[in-house]
């Protein structure tokens, strides 16, 4: 059993895209025993995936391995810790770290606690959570990546802070790429490379924000590549951020992509309404700012696209309402916003969605609008409808009008395959988030 789940993971990796492997199948945990064989996986979310998409042929795969029956169940959960080895402890086996250089750190605001979980970031907490919980095992590395202001660096953050609360003597260094960059040239201008690369030997966990930074810089490529190595093979911790998927940066080295993607790689989408406003509400709250309801969901229904927007819109509030001694009232907030606001909604309308995308896909707008199939048009079409359907408050009967005169089961199709693709299919990941922000801009 135990022998035939690699062999078992390895078929698959030749049978599906890498996509859907490093999201869904690699981060499973494999527990044989009496009765079969257990898949842990990290929440309910990738448990039903993984039953609904994988499970039949990893049964088929796993009776030809065996050479009999093989019971494959899938649970959330992961192998004990006890059947690990233990993580690091305080002053653990590896040699002492000289005192790091560098100016990066860990911000300790940033926590589990105070990150709003949500539908478009479930997966990347989930994963995240457990990578704090059980260093260099669970997933090595951790990738998360998605577009600006979504929160990685806040995730990453709170693994880091929550590593070092488990083990207070474990060496936990964050550097934004950027930081990486400038150590590495004064290294090598001051002849200190070596001191440079043994800092990172020692470090336990390492956490590089925003790697999209390296691209086109090969001397960094090439000194970041070792560095991973020797980190994966102590099982140190990596845990990287990227506004992308790291395959689809340009003048990112192959051999680098491969490695970045190696372990468990999770996508961070925009928010859906519900979480952007209760985003809201946590950082008022956080604040000590007072709120109300309708003021909240009035933000989170114009500001789709990014979480620090929000951020920005309730401390421009905060800071009136402060500065003139006013109760921030949705009447209060309409006013201090009102630029911001009128922006967002002009930019939303159904045809202007249909343009954006209809000018993206370069199709003309006939094309989009009309009865053709092809799958040229199909996909624009149905992306066009599924952005309709999130950004304004159009019922699924007019958005079938404005497209054509089409049924509104037509557009909740829409919706639906836009959601599974978004899941499993990067390149229209990318559109899907490029378009919103184009919209909401
Ligand atoms: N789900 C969330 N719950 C609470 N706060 C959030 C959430 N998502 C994002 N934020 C907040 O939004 C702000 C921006 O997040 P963060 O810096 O982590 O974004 P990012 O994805 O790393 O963006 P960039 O790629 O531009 O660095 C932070 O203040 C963070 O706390």
């Known amino acids: 059993m135990d022998a035939a789940w690699p062999r078992c993971l390895e078929r698959l990796e030749a049978e599906l895209p890498a996509d859907e492997v490093h999201t869904w199948l690699r981060p499973l945990q494999a527990e044989a025993h009496a009765d079969g064989l257990t898949l842990y996986a990290p929440n309910a979310f990738v448990v039903d995936r993984v039953r609904e998409h994988y499970l039949a042929r990893i049964r088929e795969l796993m009776v030809h391995f065996v050479g009999g029956p093989a019971p494959v169940a899938v649970a959330v959960g992961s192998i004990k810790r006890a059947e690990a080895a233990p993580a690091p402890a305080a002053g653990g086996s590896r040699p002492a770290a000289p005192p790091v250089e560098f100016a990066g750190n860990l911000d300790s605001h940033y926590t589990f606690d105070n990150f709003v979980e949500g539908r478009s970031n479930q997966l990347g907490r989930a994963a995240a959570l457990q990578v704090a919980q059980n260093p260099g095992r669970a997933y090595n590395p951790l990738l998360l990546y998605g577009g600006s202001g979504l929160g990685k660096t806040h995730l990453m953050y709170a693994a880091g802070n929550l590593m070092r609360k488990n083990n207070p003597g474990m060496r936990v260094l964050y550097l934004r790429s950027e930081q990486f960059f400038s150590a590495m040239m004064k290294s090598l201008q001051d002849k200190s490379m070596d001191q440079f690369k043994r800092q990172f030997q020692q470090v336990d966990a390492l956490l590089i924000d925003d790697i999209q930074f390296f691209a086109g810089k090969n001397t960094t490529q090439e000194e970041f590549f070792h560095t991973f190595n020797a980190l994966f093979d102590g099982k140190q911790q990596i845990i990287l951020t990227c506004d992308r998927y790291p395959r689809e940066v340009e003048n990112l080295e192959t051999r680098l992509k491969t490695r970045l993607t190696w372990g468990l790689s999770v996508a961070i989408e925009p928010p859906d309404f519900e979480t952007r406003a209760a985003i809201i509400t946590a950082k008022a709250v956080e604040r000590g700012v007072k709120i109300p309801d309708d003021v909240a969901y009035l933000i989170a229904k114009r500001m789709r696209s990014n979480v620090r927007d929000l951020e920005g819109a309730l401390n421009t509030l905060a800071a009136r309402s402060n500065f003139m001694a006013k109760p921030i009232t949705a009447e209060f907030a309409q006013e201090t916003l009102r630029d911001l606001l009128r922006a967002q909604q002009q930019a939303v309308s159904i045809s202007n969605i249909q343009k954006t995308v209809a000018d993206y896909y370069q199709l003309r707008m006939a094309d989009l609008l009309s009865k053709r199939r092809t799958r040229s048009l199909a996909r624009p079409r149905q992306m066009a409808m599924a952005l309709s359907k999130e950004l304004t408050e159009h019922s699924l009967p007019e958005i079938g009008d404005a497209f054509g005169g089409r049924d ?7 919706c639906k395959v836009m959601r599974e ?17 184009k919209l909401s801009e």
């Open 408 to 414: 509104h089961t037509t557009v909740m199709h829409a």
């Open 421 to 437: 693709l978004r899941e499993l299919d990067g390149k229209l990941r990318e559109d899907w988030d490029k378009l919103l922000r």
